[in-house]
């Protein structure tokens, strides 16, 4: 019996390392892809997202080389308890969560797609697009000010969101959806700012992961290191959006959309 006891603890405690192993291995192909596809497209801030099948693709692999990383605390935490069924629960969680980030996706290039058809010049990089890129970044700082913002963060990490059913496919798909709406309640503004500088641009993705991983991580520790996170997030992209006002080639990373080329927020200046 003490054998049999010593391992299933040993069994309890593999089963989460192999499943944020599996996550994180998840993640690091999804970069690999990523740097992959995103070789020779444009990185200046609001590109042309391509066709929709193109960037439903991108937009998977991205987000899950984006999300993952901050995600492993709830998807071990929705495979926890059921060794048999450890994995099935951990591939239904992320999956569900991948759903609710594509739909999300989708909306948002829908819109950027209304946007860029009304072929409007003002917003060339020149004229006011370098504005409208400053002014969407440093609003996704503002956002991260808000009491919105620190609600949904804290349902993001709230440990009773991470349950995956009893173990079933549905059960987990539902938990991993549940926590994708959260984490896009949450992070949208995040992406958004992505978008106004440079999406194709690898730099900045791993910069907007760092920021996305870090606050969510951090945030399940205590609130007081929570918030502080939170307040350096909002710190990084106010600071970002200052400097595409005032200075754009000063910004390091930033691509500088080619005159007569392309513009801010993904008009079509050609």
Do not use: N
């Amino acid at each position: 019996m003490t054998g049999y006891a010593v391992s299933t603890r040993a069994g309890s405690r593999a089963v989460p390392a192999a499943v944020a192993a599996g996550v994180l291995a998840g993640a690091a192909a999804g970069w690999v892809i990523v740097a992959h596809r995103m070789a020779g497209m444009d990185m200046s801030p609001g590109g042309d997202p391509g066709g929709v099948g193109w960037f439903a693709i991108t937009w998977v692999v991205m987000t899950a080389a984006m999300m993952l990383p901050g995600s492993v605390p709830a998807v071990v935490r929705a495979a926890q308890g059921r060794p048999g069924a450890a994995a099935p629960t951990a591939a239904g969680f992320v999956t569900g969560y991948g759903l609710v980030w594509l739909v999300a996706g989708l909306a948002g290039y829908a819109c950027v797609q209304a946007v860029r058809a009304l072929d409007l010049g003002a917003l060339g990089w020149a004229s006011a697009g370098r504005y409208a890129a400053a002014g969407t970044v440093i609003a996704a700082g503002l956002y991260q000010l808000t009491p919105v913002k620190r609600r949904w963060l804290a349902r993001c990490v709230a440990p009773e969101r991470h349950r995956g059913g009893s173990g079933s496919v549905r059960g987990a798909l539902l938990a991993g959806a549940d926590h994708g709406v959260c984490c896009v309640a949450c992070c949208w503004t995040l992406m958004v700012a992505l978008y106004a500088l440079g999406i194709m641009s690898v730099t900045w993705m791993v910069v907007v992961t760092v920021l996305i991983a870090g606050e969510r991580l951090l945030a399940y520790g205590s609130q007081v290191v929570s918030s502080t996170a939170v307040t350096a997030v909002a710190a990084v992209l106010v600071a970002l959006g200052a400097g595409i006002a005032a200075a754009p080639a000063s910004v390091p990373g930033l691509t500088i959309p080619a005159p007569g080329h392309v513009a801010a927020m993904g008009m079509s200046m050609g």
